[in-house]
């Protein structure tokens, strides 16, 4: 890392412990909302390039100028594919190299593009192989399926000229797409092609939009949702509360799953989970509808929590995040809900990550009270 | 013809006899450091307490925890080369990368990654380079190791560069054991290579472990084959411990969840197993016990085995009980098997949760008189505090509001209830040997797991039926009875995130013991 950076003051630059990473584990897998993928094996990734003297910092969005050029680079494919196929470990930095390559242009910062998940862990590692930093920031605040739902995309910035690169070394290069899904829909067939999972990083941005449309402040808040859950285990305390406590969550429900339904639609994981209360929720029936994330949240077959909500499913005992392709007839969960930034709340965003984007037209978002909004 | 069953747990070693459905004896020992004494002597006494001949002795099954033992404890463990096929994939996380570093050293650190592997749909990821494994061999001999692990990136999809690289080994290695992990684990990298890697550290032990059982009978003068238990409640051949020592992991909550259901013959049912320190609950489904869905951590690596969903809690016969003010605590804290001289009941001085249940008139055991001083409040209090704490982990157990029964096993089972909220408790008979009863009556079983590309007029149904007869075959060349043969999990799981199609499947047959040769 150099000591002087036209762009941003290395005196702010936040670097990661390796006890960070084990916290932002948790908080990723948390904001995943059942999807994203299981950021354990990026955790190892960072953790071995911090072994081999590699750095991995964060910088706040305000303190990079406006004029810096800004990269958001996130992993594609199957997450059941990349847990036996494991990434090469520099697919990331070799679309950062393609990328200036290609705009001729270097690039100063990487961008998350979502925190939700193992997208957490990747821009890390590119950063710290490239000795840049990443943004605390990200362009989701949770986990969504598609590439075109970052706020990135939302507000208007076409996310072509993109790169893509594979394990094998296979640099694709998307010059431009017609529109947000065009762009994913061709990724999706080029993954296929590359055996499952690459690394995709989409056109550079001015820093100057990232601190207007990305969601602010992400990775702070998936570190202090980890911390929360570790600090409740070692303190014996209860581990939902903590995470409540720490993001202005809801706690809605007690339960274990009754009931679980899966199936296959457009390379979707789609499915309901059913779930009976106890304690303070016994007597009481709830679903939850998947589409790789927890989507719709009902209690007595009536909706409450929608996305872009977030909606959370944690073990009632230790806090640790359950995906959705973990779940199982008999777990005993607690269901949260965490409002959604801002910047997913306008009619603009509703657009894309909205219930209908989803194929829900019936149900309309009805935000969670602005009471449980933001931490303190 | 009878059946045997021998647990040899850390402390004791259990034996029953079993005549069909009827257990006809049950006796503990102490296990010893050698093994076979303390197998030897259980034998004897449960062959004596029977009165049966040794030459009408089918099969005896066994059921251990020495391996879990030895990499929890980090002993008897060899050094292996850790051999993973799939580079450039996977390149920046080494064989072991995930594990506590004592144990890395331990099994030798000797890593190596090479190209080859497969992709999702059969595709080859990487040509395998041949002769980088010859130039691993020559290292191999070089170093003098005796045991390699080799596991290739998708080998559930096709298995021939593990079986090739297992042939040429075995050609340049004289006398090296080759570990393959399609043998071993299932869908998941890491997890299934540190599974074949801690398999491959084992094997020189379950040489000697199996010759120590044998030994045992021998001496016994029993000509019966003999069986090992695995972490699913099915058996293996003695002689497939050899080789798979790690499918013995976690066997020992099987055994006595299956024990339970079979003393009981209930299918569906929750069980408690009190020992001298901790109570084990889980779920009986089906007669099996319900599976963890987590990933299983032995000895602090990261393994995918299917382990049986087990909650233990601190609340055993040799719970020391505590009053501070108001409260009354019990355990974690325990006398464990020193409770047969320590508690007030034996004419020890520790007030334990035994004590508890006799004074309250729930058991009768020992010398009552120890007990007589105990204040009523005192003992009233300490017995809702137990049934609160088993309230708790049956009631985290229970998978419907179906009114299951409690089936209460293990040594400590007289400190339970006889309800449970709403749930009655049932006390069967030979409840303090149901481990050993779990390994008499243990089943074969053949398992399916790995992703199925739905290409070339592969259907969702057809791949599930390919995934049962190859589960069938292997449960079959295990031992089992084809006609017994029934499918106790199916699951498949589309893979998302891709608009391709391709699905995992997961199916896991089980079966009678086909008749052993006589």
Same mark, same amino acid.
């Given at each position: 890392m150099?000591?002087t ?52 910092t ?26 036996e ?16 390559e ?15 998940g193992a997208?957490?862990?990747?821009p ?9 930093? /990443? ?21 208007? %910035?076409?996310?072509?000229p ?12 998307f010059?431009?797409?017609v ?46 949702l980890g911390?929360?859950?570790i ?16 993001q202005?969550?809801?706690?809605l ?12 639609r ?10 009976g ?27 409450? /929590? ?7 499913v ?63 | ?15 029953v ?18 093994v ?16 049966i ?56 650190? %000797? ?10 749909d ?6 395998l ?38 042939e ?10 080759v ?51 695995q ?42 197993d ?58 974690p ?20 949760a035994?004590d ?7 058991a ?12 009523p409040?005192? /003992?009233?209090?300490? /017995? ?12 985290r ?52 797991d ?20 190859e ?46 040769n006589?």
């Amino acid at each position: 890392m150099p000591e002087t950076n036209v762009h941003f003051d290395t005196a702010n630059l936040r670097t990661l412990t390796p006890g960070d990473l084990d916290a932002l584990e948790i908080g990723a897998g948390i904001l995943g909302c059942g999807g994203g993928g299981n950021p354990y094996q990026g955790k190892l990734l960072t953790l071995e390039a911090m072994k081999a003297g590699y750095q991995m910092t964060l910088l706040a969005t305000d303190d990079i100028a406006p004029e810096a050029r800004c990269m958001s680079v996130g992993g594609i494919g199957a997450p059941v594919v990349g847990t036996e196929r494991i990434r090469e470990g520099r697919e990331g930095l070799r679309c950062l190299r393609a990328m200036e390559e290609y705009t001729g242009q270097p690039i100063d910062a990487v961008v998350c593009e979502e925190i939700g998940g193992a997208n957490s862990m990747n821009p890390l590692v590119t950063a710290g192989l490239a000795g840049l930093p /990443v943004l605390d920031c990200d362009g989701m605040g949770r986990a969504f399926p598609e590439m075109q739902m970052t706020t990135f995309s939302i507000y208007g %910035h076409s996310s072509t000229p993109s790169v893509m690169c594979d394990l094998h070394g296979n640099v694709v290069v998307f010059q431009h797409a017609v529109s947000e899904v065009f762009h994913e829909r061709m990724a999706r067939a080029c993954v296929v092609a590359q055996g499952g999972g690459a690394m995709l990083a989409t056109a550079p941005m001015a820093a100057s939009y990232v601190q207007r449309y990305a969601i602010p402040k992400s990775y702070t808040q998936a570190l202090e949702l980890g911390e929360a859950v570790i600090a409740a285990r070692r303190n014996q305390d209860d581990p939902i509360e903590a995470v409540c406590k720490s993001q202005g969550g809801r706690r809605l429900f007690t339960g274990k799953i009754t009931d679980l339904k899966r199936h296959l639609r457009g390379g979707f994981a789609v499915g309901e989970v059913s779930l009976g209360g106890f304690g303070a929720n016994q007597g009481e029936a709830a679903e939850i509808a998947i589409q790789n994330e927890f989507l719709i949240f009902r209690r007595e077959g009536r909706v409450e /929590v929608t996305v872009p909500d977030l909606i959370v499913v944690l073990d009632v005992d230790t806090g640790y995040p359950i995906t959705t392709e973990v779940l199982r007839y008999g777990q005993r969960v607690a269901v949260l809900a965490l409002p959604a930034p801002a910047l997913l709340r306008t009619p603009q965003a509703l657009e894309v990550v909205g219930p209908q984007a989803f194929g829900y037209p019936e149900i309309v978002f009805d935000p969670l009270p602005a009471a449980t909004v933001g931490a303190a | 013809m009878y059946r045997v069953g021998i647990d040899v747990g850390g402390t004791n070693t259990d034996a029953v006899v079993l005549e069909g459905k009827r257990v006809l004896a049950g006796v503990k020992a102490s296990t010893t450091e050698d093994v076979t004494s303390g197998v030897l002597e259980a034998l004897e006494k449960v062959i004596a307490a029977s009165g049966i001949a040794r030459d009408e002795i089918a099969a005896i099954m066994i059921g251990t925890t020495h391996f879990t033992n030895a990499v929890i404890e980090r002993r008897h463990m060899d050094e292996v080369a850790a051999i993973r096929l799939g580079l450039p994939s996977g390149a920046g996380l080494p064989p072991m990368v995930d594990w506590p570093e004592d144990l890395r050293q331990i099994v030798g650190n %000797h890593g190596y990654q090479v190209k080859g592997g497969f992709e999702f749909d059969g595709r080859i990821l990487s040509p395998l380079d041949e002769d980088e494994i010859l130039r691993i061999a020559g290292e191999i001999r070089a170093k003098g190791l005796n045991a390699a692990a080799v596991t290739c990136v998708f080998s559930g999809v096709n298995d021939a560069m593990e079986v090739r690289v297992k042939e040429m080994l075995e050609g340049e290695c004289p006398g090296l054991r080759v570990v393959m992990s399609k043998d071993i684990g299932r869908h998941g990298l890491l997890a299934r290579e540190s599974a074949a890697i801690m398999n491959a550290s084992l094997l020189s032990l379950a040489d000697r472990t199996v010759a120590a059982f044998g030994e045992a009978l021998k001496r016994a003068k029993i000509a019966a084959p003999f069986y090992i238990t695995q972490n699913d409640g099915t058996l293996m051949a003695a002689d497939v411990v050899r080789d798979y020592p790690v499918l013995t992991f976690a066997s020992g909550p099987t055994n006595s969840m299956r024990g339970a259901a079979f003393l009981t013959g209930l299918k569906e049912a929750i069980v408690v197993d009190v020992g001298g320190t901790t109570s084990d609950v889980g779920a009986l489904s089906m007669g099996f016990p319900r599976q963890a869905s987590t990933t299983v951590d032995i000895g602090g690596v990261r393994t995918n085995f299917r382990m049986p969903d087990v909650f233990s809690i601190g609340l055993g016969g040799g719970s020391l009980v505590v009053e501070t003010g108001d409260a009354v605590t019990i355990g974690p804290k325990s006398v464990g098997y020193r409770v047969s001289r320590e508690a007030l009941v034996f004419g020890g001085d520790v007030l334990t949760a035994t004590d508890i249940a006799v004074a309250s008139g729930r058991a009768e055991i020992g010398d009552r008189a120890g007990v007589a001083g105990l204040a009523p409040d005192l /003992v009233a209090r300490a /017995v809702a505090r137990m049934t609160e704490m088993f309230e708790d982990c049956v009631e985290r157990s229970r998978v419907s509001s179906a009114p299951v029964p409690v089936i209460a096993v293990g040594g400590g089972s007289v400190l339970m209830p006889d309800r449970i909220g709403e749930l009655e408790v049932i006390r069967p008979e030979n409840f303090g040997v149901a481990n050993a009863v779990g390994a008499a009556i243990a089943q074969i079983s053949g398992e399916t797991d790995r992703v199925f590309s739905l290409i070339d007029g592969r259907t969702r149904e057809s791949a599930l039926a390919e995934a049962e007869a190859e589960a069938r075959e292997k449960a079959i060349a295990a031992g089992a009875l084809a006609d017994t043969l029934e499918v106790i999990e199916r699951e498949d799981m589309p893979l998302a995130y891709l608009p391709g199609n391709a699905t995992r499947i997961h199916v896991k047959v089980v079966g009678e013991m086909g008749t052993p040769n006589a």
